[in-house]
């Protein structure tokens, strides 16, 4: 990967989105042990969309102007879902065996509907990769990095929260709420 496709990746797998607040939320709430299987769906589901935004790069390209406001509706919806839930949410210090819907499932469901994943995925791809190498395992194998990066950025984010863990829960109000705005941006920045 060329030296501008590297920072275009690390700055975006880092920055706060979907998965990066939900993987600090889920340490925080139940540990970074109990959030792996979160942290593992995840992954799992930000490897399938960059293999899927590999090998269907082009036809997506042709379509997406079409899918792309029902992609920015579910997407959003499902935003701020997670950020009125994250909102409302009661003190996880009084059920911390509960995982919170921090499951595998849900971790993997998550990247079908997440918005930053399939644009970055669409993007880097179409941008970085494409151009240069379109063989199956070259992108593979990008997939694979790709994965690798957003995994560190996640599990970064997972362990700040679990470090943290007795200072957020004791502003967990206030955290909930930033939390919870930080999601609604990430809403609305898909229609600015």
């Not at 509907?113 to 669409?122: D, E, H, P, Q, R």
């Not at 970064?156 to 929260?161: I, L, N, T």
């Amino acid at each position: 990967m060329a030296h501008e496709s590297k920072g275009y990746a690390l700055v975006t797998s880092f920055t706060p989105g979907p998965n990066n607040i939900m993987s600090l939320d889920s340490a925080r709430r139940l540990g970074l042990k109990k959030a792996f299987p979160f942290l593992l769906g995840v992954t799992a589901g930000c490897f399938a969309i960059m293999l899927l935004a590999c090998y269907f790069n082009l036809a997506l390209y042709h379509f997406l102007p079409r899918f792309k406001i029902w992609m920015n509706v579910l997407g959003s919806l499902y935003m701020l879902y997670l950020a009125v839930k994250i909102a409302k949410s009661k003190s996880s210090t009084k059920d911390n065996d509960h995982n919170g819907g921090y499951t595998f499932k849900s971790g993997l469901l998550l990247q079908f509907i997440n918005l930053k994943v399939i644009l970055y995925g669409i993007t880097v791809i179409s941008t970085f990769v494409m151009p240069y190498d379109d063989s199956y395992i070259a992108l593979f194998i990008i997939s694979l990095l790709l994965t690798g990066i957003g995994f560190a950025a996640i599990v970064c984010w997972a362990v700040f929260g679990a470090l943290f863990q007795r200072f957020l829960n004791k502003y967990e109000r206030a955290f909930n709420i930033v939390m919870a705005l930080l999601l609604l941006y990430s809403a609305l920045s898909i229609w600015i």
